[in-house]
């Protein structure tokens, strides 16, 4: 399936700010199953300095500069993206013990790299808490595969999705104990509970094709995906309780919702801002594909 | 000779004996109660003075401290705040032979740490060849995914490191921490020299102790080196998190030893991925970063998510190399104990040396041997934290019980590789000053290495720090230990290098290098001290109208006090309403509470509140007088009101009369004790700016709504003034409205004169920088000339008339204008020069 995402963000400040520094993971990820034909940032006042990077889990950043006095302004993140209706590799039967040994062992650079995401970080940290709410899913000798879907299942039934219920301040106890969150406390959940078990789990920021049961499309979404030995990695998305397919768009992975925050910054001055958020998933049938899409990455 | 003893004599001999405590190793002692070899001459010295002389010298450094000023910030004291340091009078000494071994011990292991480093930011083949288990580096906060792959200059990550060493009880030394990010003490170490020195003149000469200015000048040569290839004449600056940072005095000692100015991360501004210092002048480059600020909190663009400290931007200039950090950002990772147990193999590895200094025995519980080594010993052993996180302290299962272990285990079980375990440290002892005579006190000695473009130099010195009791073996300046300084003998065949005094390229820094933010606290720092006093003289002067003494000798009355004060907004609305005896009990309140209640808005105290919190940032500039002088003003004024009513109007009096006499110390040595150079100019903007915006105001109050009587309200104002003696010795005459207007407003030569405050605040305007460049006068210059010009202009006699009602319509014309020229002129200043601008983060949340 092809789709054109469109990502606006606007900053509106009460007072004119002076300037403003900014930090953007908007470029989606070239992936097996997926191919990114193109991708547009503008930014509204044009920046004065705009730089592009990889950072540490191979992610796209821009990072610019406004030094224009401006009391708005606007980021418009423009991609055409393939993603491959590849079914979700599920057969795997290694039980969620074994894959722990693994990952202490960690035998080959594969399973080096993903047991870096069995650790805490600042978002997401192991406790016993969310090892009591995993308990359930991860009883003894039950294979890996089995386990997550089990416990994406049941976090889909225990909570309820109240966008706007949450800010990213609220920590991962509390969200437990309410029992309501978004897309990304949901993400950060799951992955809390497998890091309970050292387990390798990694914070995925992405998109997802607008439907009418379809929770979080017109926001960035986030979902969760697993390493499993032998297979890599399998997403899965707690929200929906779906296994990602066709219809989510990968941009960004890292520890947490930190490491890929879509749009971070700093500004100078400002004291009060609004935010908005506007994403489109456009499925585009019959349009011409560019022939070369590497040469016409724009950023 | 016969020396005959008295017994207090014997007393003292007494009081002098010192006994080592058994158990441990003495530095000074032997076991047979003979002093080591490098004590002899201290050990001679000592005893030959006596415990008075010994107190005497003692009592001399701690005024040198204090003079010096030399203080350490405790952490959640809300009093003060900082205390005095402590230096206990007796030194550390360690001889040549003993400091060899020490010296070519800690450069090795800042070699092995800053190689360990350069692996870790970089190839990592210490994790991918298993020379260090992966989970010790994924598990530590320390290790900052943005810095992965930046390459400082030279490959140099570690500038300045730092090890704990402690003795056990066979002598040998051990390294019981690392400092490895912005690691303090060298300051304080030179403070403790130049204190002991001075104290110990003759022994210290004598052992021959090695100097420590080497050691600076070599980091400060090092620093400007770091951004040479950047410009030929870089500019270094010294950032620390500020005035409540433990270690602040270190910051500006060391800035001020170096002449580098210090500066917050708010200073600092990061454009094109290049660092500058926002100063008067405008914005001038920084090639050199000496941090004293934590790894995360560097840059809240890409690391704290809480902190604002930093500086936006900082790292991606860092990492476009237009910046160089010492230490470079990251270098908190190897700030842990959990991979002290790794050292030996790695060193063998990275340097192919052996380990020449053993690290505390530590075991790593992410490994499973020594995991079931921890639970099977646990009772000899201290559990930690491994990698360091506030709150989290030591932990000591033999004091446990049987659950409290059990606990302790299932919590190491849970996240392994979050747990160490150390074998107790045994500390060695020094004889230490007590008040009891000399006595034994444990000891930890911190060592400092620096860069020095080609290897790592090792100070010979270092920072002693004592125990605070004889069994404790927890050393730390935050519980209030003490410290000594370090004296470290020469060895006969060794010749002190001394460098060359600072070459003449770093002449002292241009005064437009005034961070804006020091000139804005300046500004305020002279209008709250102006506001002040405006309020001390006005209570004082309205208070004796509540005095039913006649012949109190101040002249204000009960009306007036109500005039003045309803005039300048102090009165309830419901005041009119009032009895007679409730309007004298609300204004009796009201002068009260505008002495003794520091939560009163624009009371005296509120002010006084706002001038410590506007001055403490300014700490370094200003002399020790001036902050004890700060201080008085606070004690002064935190009495609390006596109960009895007679009695508080009198206390009131004579503490608003002392109060006036501090305050006067207080702008005497603002005054005198500054250099002439912008800073100096903001205070004097902010004082003469403040001083009119009140004179202005009480003359709206005095002649706004003038009664039948003026008299008394010209007294007062008079006397608010300070210039009651002058209109006496030039009018002699009753009081008349010309006269008064004439003294308060044009009179050049009366210091309190709205005439002499404009010509003043023009002139000091005049001296800011940046002001020759544009042909066009800056707006508040321009301003201030205007409302000179007008006050100048103005007529007395026009000003004074009444008309048919008795009121003086021109006066209030005149002072209203006056009034919003004086704050069109601040406005334009706090534009043209103070960057008001706070940070603000911004993330969706959704």
Redesign the interface.
């Known amino acids: 399936m092809r789709y054109q995402v469109i990502h606006i ?1 606007t ?1 509106r400040y009460d007072q004119p700010v ?1 300037q403003c ?1 900014s ?1 953007v993971h908007l470029a989606p990820r070239s992936l097996p199953r997926q191919r990114v034909l193109e991708t547009i940032l503008e930014i509204v006042p044009q920046p ?2 705009m ?1 592009r ?1 990889v ?3 191979g992610n796209e950043i821009a ?1 610019f ?1 406004i ?1 224009k006095r401006h009391d708005r302004f606007t980021v418009t993140a423009t991609s055409l993206i393939e993603v491959a209706a590849t079914p979700p590799e599920i057969s795997s039967r290694i039980t969620w013990e074994e894959t722990r040994a693994h990952l ?1 062992l ?1 035998p080959d ?1 594969e399973s ?1 790299a993903a ?2 995401f ?3 970080s ?1 978002f997401v940290a ?1 406790s ?1 808490e969310l ?1 009591a709410y995993g308990a359930a899913s991860f009883r003894p000798g039950v294979p890996l595969v089995e386990a997550v879907i089990d416990l994406s299942h049941r976090i889909h039934a225990d909570f309820s999705y109240k ?2 219920s949450t ?3 609220i920590p991962l106890h509390e969200v437990l104990k309410l029992r309501r969150g ?1 897309c990304q406390d949901f993400a950060h959940l799951m992955i809390g509970v497998l890091r309970s078990y050292h387990l390798a789990a990694r914070y995925i920021s992405g998109y997802l094709r607008s439907g009418a049961k379809i929770l979080g499309a017109e ?1 960035s979404h986030a979902w969760v995906s697993v390493f499993i030995p032998g297979h890599g990695w399998l997403d899965l998305d707690p929200t929906n309780d779906v296994l990602p397919s066709e219809g989510h768009v990968t941009v960004a992975w890292g520890r947490d919702y ?2 890929v ?11 009060g ?1 609004t ?1 908005d ?1 506007d994403v489109r998933v456009v499925p585009i049938t019959g349009l011409p594909v560019p022939n070369n899409s590497a040469s016409e990455l724009l950023i | 000779m016969k020396i005959s003893r008295t017994a207090a004599e014997l007393k003292t001999e007494e009081q002098w004996r010192y006994i080592p405590a058994p158990g441990h190793w003495d530095e000074a002692f032997r076991p047979s109660g003979f002093p080591r070899h490098a004590w002899r001459e201290l050990a001679v010295a000592i005893r030959r003075m006596g415990v008075k002389e010994l107190g005497r010298r003692w009592d001399v450094g701690r005024q040198l401290i204090e003079t010096n000023g030399v203080t350490y910030n405790v952490y959640g004291d809300p009093q003060g705040k900082e205390r005095p340091w402590h230096l206990d009078p007796i030194p550390l000494v360690i001889d040549a032979a003993e400091w060899q071994h020490i010296e070519r011990s800690i450069a090795q292991r800042a070699t092995l740490l800053n190689a360990m480093l350069a692996d870790l930011y970089g190839a990592q083949r210490l994790i991918h060849d298993r020379h260090l288990p992966a989970a010790i580096l994924f598990s530590n906060p320390g290790f900052l995914r943005p810095c992965m792959g930046i390459v400082p200059p030279d490959g140099v990550h570690l500038h300045l490191y730092a090890a704990d060493l402690a003795r056990s009880r066979d002598g040998t030394w051990w390294v019981i921490s690392d400092r490895t990010q912005n690691p303090s003490g060298v300051g304080y170490a030179l403070e403790n020299r130049l204190v002991s020195a001075r104290t110990l003149p003759s022994v210290f000469n004598q052992c021959q102790v090695r100097p420590l200015v080497g050691f600076l000048e070599k980091r400060r040569r090092a620093l400007q080196m770091l951004g040479a290839h950047q410009s030929p004449n870089p500019r270094v600056v010294v950032m620390t998190p500020g005035p409540n940072n433990e270690t602040y005095f270190e910051h500006s000692f060391l800035a001020h030893h170096w002449g580098f100015p210090l500066v917050e991360g708010a200073d600092l501004t990061v454009r094109d991925n290049l660092v500058f210092l926002k100063t008067l002048a405008g914005l001038e480059r920084v090639h050199v970063i000496l941090r004293r600020t934590d790894d995360t909190f560097c840059d809240p663009l890409e690391f704290r998510g809480d902190s604002l400290l930093g500086v936006p931007g900082l790292t991606q200039a860092v990492r476009s190399g237009n910046v160089a950090m010492a230490n470079a950002l990251g270098s908190g990772l190897l700030e842990t104990a959990a991979h002290m147990g790794f050292l030996p193999g790695l060193c063998r590895q990275l340097l192919g040396e052996k380990l020449h200094m053993p690290s505390v025995a530590t075991w790593w519980c992410g490994h499973l041997d020594a995991r079931r080594y921890v639970v099977e010993h646990l009772e000899d052993l201290v559990i930690k934290p491994a990698h360091s996180r506030p709150g989290q302290n030591p932990e000591f299962p033999a004091a446990m019980s049987a659950d409290q272990r059990e606990a302790l285990i299932r919590r190491i079980e849970a996240s392994p590789e979050d747990f160490v375990a150390q074998e107790q440290v045994d500390l060695s002892t020094a004889p230490t000053h007590t008040e009891s005579g000399l006595a034994p006190r444990h000891v930890v000695v911190r060592v400092f290495a620096s860069w020095d473009g080609h290897g790592y130099a090792v100070m010979p010195g270092g920072l002693t720090r004592v125990s605070t009791v004889a069994t404790s073996l927890v050393v730390s300046m935050q519980m209030g230990g003490g410290s000594k300084d370090t004296w470290i003998l020469s060895s006969p065949d060794h010749t002190e290098v001394l460098p060359a005094a600072p070459s003449p390229e770093s002449a002292p820094a241009d005064p437009s290098d005034l961070p804006s933010r020091v000139a804005d606290n300046l500004f305020w720092l002279g209008r709250y001290s102006e506001r002040v006093e405006a309020g001390v003289r006005l209570v004082r002067a309205l208070l004796p109208s509540l005095s039913s003494e006649e012949d109190f000798g101040r002249t204000a009355s009960l009306e007036t006090t109500v005039q003045i004060m309803g005039a300048l907004g102090y009165l309830p609305e419901e005041f009119p309403e009032m009895s007679i005896g409730q309007q004298r009990f609300s204004i009796e309140h009201l002068l009260s509470s505008m002495v003794y209640d520091p939560a009163r808005s624009s009371g005296i105290g509120w002010n006084l509140n706002n001038i410590r919190r506007v001055a403490w940032p300014l700490k370094e500039r200003f002399s020790q007088d001036t902050w004890r002088v700060l201080q008085q003003l606070e004690t002064e004024l935190s009495t609390s009101a006596p109960v009895h009513r007679e009695y508080r109007l009198v206390a009131q009096m004579n503490l608003l009369d002392r109060v006036i006499v501090t305050l006067s110390a207080f702008a005497g040595l603002l005054m005198e004790n500054s250099t002439r150079g912008h800073g100096w100019h903001f205070l004097q903007i902010g004082k003469r700016l403040e001083r009119s915006l009140q004179t202005t105001e009480f003359l709206q109050a005095t002649f706004g709504d003038p009664p039948f009587d003026l008299d008394p309200a010209m007294q007062t104002i008079l006397q608010i003034a300070d210039s009651s003696i002058t209109y006496r010795t030039r009018y002699f005459t009753t009081l008349r409205p010309e006269y008064v207007l004439d003294l308060l407003v044009s009179d050049k030569a009366n210091p309190r004169s709205l005439v002499f405050q404009l010509e003043a605040l023009l002139g000091h305007l005049k001296k800011l920088p940046g002001y020759s460049e544009s042909t066009e006068m800056p707006l508040p210059e321009f301003l201030a000339a205007a409302a000179l010009k007008k006050v100048t202009e103005t007529s007395i006699a026009e000003l004074s008339a009444r008309d048919r009602d008795g009121n003086m319509p021109e006066l209030e014309d005149f002072v209203r204008r006056l009034k919003g020229d004086l704050y069109d002129i601040s406005d334009a200043l706090t534009a043209l020069h103070f960057s008001h601008l706070t940070s603000v983060r911004f993330a969706p949340v959704f």
């Open positions: 963000t900053y002076a520094l930090e004065a300095v730089e990077r950072d540490y889990y990072s500069s030094f202490t960690h650079e080096l047991y870096e069995a650790f805490d600042p192991a016993p090892a966008p706007k800010s990213i301040d978004v926001a930190g490491d925050t879509p749009v971070k910054g700093i500004s100078l001055g400002g004291a801002q935010v958020v």
